[in-house]
């Protein structure tokens, strides 16, 4: 790994990593989609991955493209326009993902490729990284993206058993998701969130019922405030 990457400050968009598993003899590619950021107490960054079939490591562009994309967590179709927060309702979600296109598979599910990593500035991991450049590597035709932030989370440390976790569940399908009783019971529990946003009251109808309510607490709890008085 160049030593201009072995910082994560000078990472950038694009930049692809391999990880090896040496236990199957097989590799990890991580491509950068979202440089590292700091949040209030971490700092994170977002990748897709893909994995070799065997120990050969790619090194160039035309190889990394024909490798397979991990799947790292599922959602049922049927949930897709599940509202973005508490003040849309389902109707809106709906008029607000009108243009997009799913591709769901043939058990109605659609799949997150995109995760985030919390990144720790003290992990040996840093050392297993591979440089292999900067690539603009095309998306998967069935990515999902979510619209309310709710991307897989991993940490640095934990990514390599995570991830090939997730390859073995979700691509290799060995996930019980796949049975049959877990089919139709993840159907039935994505129609009940549905049905329970569809008939969900609105905004006005909220505050028609509770709204009295929060008038009168706020009310009360003015008129029990005591004054108090300080001396010169």
Not at 64 to 78: S, T
Not at 200 to 214: Q, R
């Amino acid at each position: 790994m160049g030593v201009k990457k072995q910082k994560c400050e000078n990472w950038q968009v694009g930049d692809t990593f391999a990880l090896k598993l040496a236990e199957v003899d097989r590799y990890l590619i991580l491509i950068l989609y979202e440089c590292p950021y700091e949040t209030s107490c971490d700092i994170r960054c977002k990748f897709r991955a893909k994995i070799t079939k065997d120990e050969q490591l790619p090194k160039n562009q035309e190889k990394i493209e024909a490798l397979e994309f991990i799947k790292v967590q599922y959602k049922h179709f049927y949930t897709r326009y599940l509202p973005l927060n508490a003040y849309e309702n389902y109707e809106e979600g709906v008029i607000r993902q009108k243009d997009r296109k799913f591709y769901p598979d043939e058990f109605n599910y659609l799949y997150y490729y995109l995760f985030e990593v919390l990144l720790l500035k003290r992990s040996n991991i840093y050392k297993e990284l591979i440089y292999l450049g900067n690539f603009d590597i095309n998306l998967p035709i069935d990515d999902y993206r979510s619209v309310d932030g709710d991307d897989k989370l991993f940490f640095l440390k934990e990514l390599k058993d995570e991830l090939y976790k997730c390859y073995n569940e979700y691509n290799l399908r060995k996930s019980s998701i796949y049975e049959k009783d877990s089919i139709i019971e993840i159907k039935k529990n994505a129609l009940v969130r549905v049905n329970a946003e569809i008939v969900k009251p609105t905004k006005e109808e909220l505050w028609e019922m509770y709204g009295p309510i929060i008038k009168k607490e706020k009310k009360k709890k003015r008129d029990t405030l005591t004054k108090v008085k300080f001396d010169d």
